[in-house]
C-alpha cells in the first residue's frame, strides 16, 4: 500500500502572521487617520491664530503706510511679513481700494502642493483693516496670501514619520508574532505532521518526543502524546492479530498434519491387516510342511521363505505401531528405574564421540505405558539423535512431570489437559528444517541415504504415544538440535510391573499334542482357516470350522462345548469376534477364548490396549507361538 504523502501549502504561523500584518496595518491606518485629522483640526486653528497675530503686529506700520498713501513705507511693511516664507502674497491697499504695495512669491509648485488640492485648497487668504490709531478711521486694507502647504509641511512630515513609524513597529511586531506563531505551533504541527506521514500502517511506532514538544506541555504536545498512544495501541492490536493469526495457522497445520497422519494410519493399518493375513497363510503352510522329510537344500530354502516372512511381520508390526493398532501391554513404569535400564542397553548403540546422559526428577510420577514400546521409542529417539551428531555432540534423556493446560492440549487433537511424564531426548545435532519438522511422523519419510533410514522411526513413536493417550512434540532449529519430548499419560496407581494377565504372557515351550481336544475356529478368510485347522489337527485336535460367526453359534446351539474356541477379531458378516465370544459364552459356560487378528482393533477398543483376560493371537503367527497360546488355555482348563 502506498502511503499519500501531502505538503504543507499555506504555514499556519505565515498565515496567522499575515492576518495580524493586515489587522495592524488597518487599524493603524485608521486611527492614524483619525489621528492626523485632529492634529489637522488643531494645526490650522494654531496657524490661523498665528497668522492672525502676524497681521495684528503688522497691521500698525502697515496703516501708518495707508494712512500717508506712502508706497515705501507700505513696501517696509510687507517686507517684514515676507519673512515668512508660508507668506505668497501681501498686498497694502488704500481706504479707496488702490494698491499701495504688493509682492507675490515666485511659485514652483511641489508634489505636495500637486496633491493638496485633491484634499484641501492649496492657498489661503486672509485680510485686516487697516485703522489710524489717533482717528481711528478705516485707512486701508492688509492682505496676504498664504501657501498652506508650506504653512503645514512640518505637520504633514511629522504625519507621515508617524505613519511610517506606526507601520515600522506593526512589521516588527508581525514578524515576532510569525516567529512565536513558527516556534510554538508551525513548526512542532509540522514535525508531528511529517512524523505521522512516515507511519507505516502495517507496523505502527509511537515516537519519541523531542525535548521542545515534550516540556511545552501545550496543546501540540497534548496532540502528540495521543497520537503515540493510539499508534501503541494499534501496534499492540496489530501484534494481537498476528499472533491469534499465527496460532490459527499453526493450529490449522498442526490439525491438517495429525488429519494426514490419521489418513495414512487408517491406510497403513489396513494395508498391514491384509498383508499380516496373507502372512499367516504363507507361514503357516511353510510351516506345515515337514522338514524331516525335505533335502538339505530344500530345507535351507524352506528356512529362508520362513525367516523372509518373519521380516514381513516385523515391518507390518511397525506399521501397526503407527497406525496406532498394535496390541499394547501396559504397566505402570517408574520413569527413574526405567531410565536407568534404559541406559545399559542404549549406550552400545551410540557412539564413543557422543556425550551421552541421563536425568530424570526425582519426583517423577509413574506412568502408564507399555515399557518394551517405551523402550523402543526411546531407543528409535536415541538413534536419531545420534545421527544427527554424526561427528559427536551432546545427547539428553531427561524424563520430568509435564501438566499440559488445555491451551496447550488445544492445538493438539485428541490430547486432553491433565498429568503427563515427559521423556525427552535432545541432541546438538544437525536441526531439522520446517519442512522436515512438518513430514518427519509420516511413514516412510527420511532424509537418510537409501538403505540407512526406512522412515519408520518416528511414525512408530508417533503411533506409540497417541495409542497410550499421550503426545509427541518435536522442537528443532536447524544447526542448533532437536528436543522431542514424549508424553505419556500419569499413573493414579503406585505399583509397578505388569498388570496381570496382560500382553504377551510368557508361556513356556507347549505340548504338542492336543488329542481328545475339541477346538472351534470362526476365520471368514478360507485359507487362513484352512492352515489353522491343518496345523490343529497335526497336534491331533478336533477341528470344527466356520467362515462366519452366526454358523458357529448355530452349531454351538444344538451341540455339547468345545474346549477352546479360536476366533478371527474382524469378520466380515454382521458378528465379529467379540460378538461372536460373547454368544458362545452364554451357550457354553467357561469357554477358553483366543482371538487372531491381523491387527488388535475391535476387542481392543480405542486404545487398543488388552482387558484382563484376552489373549491375542498376533497375525502371522508361528505354530510354535499357536502352541504356546493352546498349552496355557489347556492347563487353565484342565487345571494343575
Ligand atoms: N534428532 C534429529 N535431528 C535431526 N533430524 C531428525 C532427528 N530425528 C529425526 N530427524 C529427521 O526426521 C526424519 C524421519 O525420522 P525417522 O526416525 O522417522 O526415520 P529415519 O531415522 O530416517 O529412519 P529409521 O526408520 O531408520 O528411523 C529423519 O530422516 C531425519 O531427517
Ligand atoms: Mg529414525
New binding site residues.
Given amino acids: 500500500m502506498t502511503q499519500r504523502r501531502r505538503k504543507v501549502r499555506s504555514g499556519i504561523a505565515v498565515t496567522l502572521a499575515a492576518y495580524g500584518l493586515m489587522i495592524a496595518a488597518a487599524l493603524g491606518l485608521v486611527t492614524g487617520c483619525i489621528q492626523i485629522v485632529q492634529d489637522y483640526r488643531t494645526q490650522t486653528k494654531r496657524d490661523e491664530t498665528f497668522i492672525q497675530s502676524i497681521l495684528q503686529i503688522s497691521s500698525s506700520g502697515a496703516a501708518e503706510a495707508a494712512f500717508q498713501l506712502d508706497s515705501d513705507l507700505a513696501a517696509e511693511a510687507i517686507k517684514s511679513l515676507m519673512i515668512y516664507d508660508f507668506m505668497f502674497q501681501v498686498r497694502i491697499s488704500d481706504e479707496r481700494g488702490a494698491v499701495l504695495a504688493e509682492v507675490r512669491r515666485a511659485f514652483e509648485p511641489s508634489l505636495l502642493d500637486r496633491l493638496t488640492p485633491l484634499f484641501s485648497k492649496p492657498f489661503r487668504n486672509y485680510s485686516i483693516d487697516l485703522t489710524n490709531q489717533s482717528t481711528r478711521l478705516n485707512v486701508g486694507t492688509l492682505e496676504v496670501m498664504v501657501n498652506q502647504n508650506t504653512l503645514l509641511s512640518d505637520f504633514y512630515s511629522r504625519s507621515v514619520r508617524s505613519m511610517l513609524s506606526g507601520l515600522l513597529k506593526n512589521l516588527i511586531l508581525t514578524l515576532i508574532l510569525l516567529n512565536l506563531f513558527y516556534v510554538t505551533l508551525s513548526r512542532p504541527l509540522s514535525w508531528l505532521a511529517e512524523k505521522l506521514n512516515r507511519v507505516d500502517p502495517r507496523q505502527p511506532e509511537p515516537f519519541d518526543l523531542p525535548g521542545s514538544i515534550g516540556k511545552a506541555e501545550n496543546e501540540v504536545t497534548m496532540v502528540a502524546l495521543s497520537a503515540n498512544s493510539i499508534l501503541a495501541a494499534s501496534r499492540k492490536h496489530l501484534q494481537e492479530l498476528e499472533e491469534a493469526n499465527s496460532k490459527a495457522l499453526k493450529l490449522d497445520e498442526k490439525l491438517r498434519q495429525s488429519e494426514r497422519l490419521s489418513v495414512v494410519g487408517q491406510l497403513v493399518g489396513g494395508v498391514a491387516h491384509d498383508y499380516n493375513n496373507i502372512l499367516a497363510i504363507i507361514l503357516g503352510n511353510l510351516e506345515l510342511v515337514r522338514p524331516e522329510r525335505l533335502t538339505q537344500a530344500e530345507r535351507k530354502a524352506l528356512e529362508r521363505a520362513r525367516s523372509t516372512v518373519i521380516r514381513g511381520a516385523d515391518l507390518a508390526a511397525q506399521l501397526l505401531v503407527f497406525s496406532r493398532k498394535q496390541p499394547l501391554a501396559p504397566s505402570i513404569i517408574l520413569a527413574g528405574d526405567f531410565l536407568q535400564e534404559l541406559h545399559k542397553f542404549s549406550r552400545p548403540v551410540l557412539g564413543e564421540q557422543h556425550e551421552f546422559n541421563f536425568a530424570a526428577d526425582p519426583d517423577v510420577w509413574p506412568c502408564l505405558a507399555d515399557k518394551r514400546q517405551l523402550e523402543a521409542a526411546l531407543l528409535?529417539?536415541t538413534?536419531?539423535?545420534s545421527?544427527?551428531t554424526p561427528k559427536g555432540g551432546k545427547i539428553l534423556i531427561e524424563c520430568f512431570n509435564a501438566r499440559l493446560d488445555a491451551e496447550y492440549c488445544a492445538t493438539e487433537d485428541t490430547l486432553e489437559p491433565g498429568d503427563y511424564v515427559c521423556f525427552r531426548?535432545s541432541?546438538t545435532?544437525?536441526?531439522?528444517s520446517e519442512t522436515?519438522m512438518s513430514h518427519?511422523?509420516e511413514p516412510y519419510?527420511?532424509?537418510?541415504p537409501e538403505g540407512?533410514?526406512?522412515?519408520?522411526?518416528?511414525?512408530m513413536?508417533y503411533g506409540f504415544a497417541k495409542q497410550s493417550g499421550g503426545h509427541v512434540k518435536?522442537h528443532?532449529q536447524e544447526n542448533v538440535?532437536?528436543r522431542?519430548e514424549l508424553y505419556l499419560p500419569r499413573s493414579e496407581q503406585e505399583a509397578d510391573g505388569q498388570i496381570p494377565g496382560m500382553a504377551h504372557p510368557h508361556i513356556a515351550a507347549g505340548r504338542e499334542n492336543l488329542s481328545g481336544k475339541r477346538i472351534l475356529v470362526v476365520e471368514d478368510h478360507p485359507d487362513v482357516l484352512e492352515v489353522v485347522k491343518d496345523h490343529l489337527e497335526t497336534m491331533q485336535a478336533t477341528v470344527i470350522t466356520f467362515t462366519s460367526g452366526q454358523d458357529a453359534i448355530a452349531y454351538a446351539q444344538n451341540n455339547t462345548p468345545v474346549d477352546i474356541a479360536i476366533l478371527d477379531v474382524i469378520l466380515t458378516d454382521s458378528m465379529n469376534g467379540p460378538d461372536v465370544k460373547e454368544v458362545l459364552s452364554q451357550l457354553w459356560p467357561g469357554l477358553k477364548t483366543v482371538f487372531m487378528s491381523g491387527y488388535s482393533e475391535g476387542i481392543l477398543g480405542e486404545t487398543g490396549r488388552f482387558d484382563q483376560n484376552t489373549i491375542l493371537l498376533q497375525k502371522p503367527f508361528s505354530r510354535q507361538r499357536l502352541v504356546e497360546v493352546l498349552t496355557q488355555l489347556n492347563e487353565v482348563c484342565d487345571g494343575p
Fill in positions: 528409535n529417539l538413534i536419531n539423535a545421527h544427527a531426548v541432541d545435532g544437525e536441526g531439522m522436515v518427519a511422523f519419510f527420511t532424509t537418510k540407512e533410514g526406512s522412515g519408520l522411526g518416528l511414525s513413536v518435536i528443532s538440535g532437536t522431542v
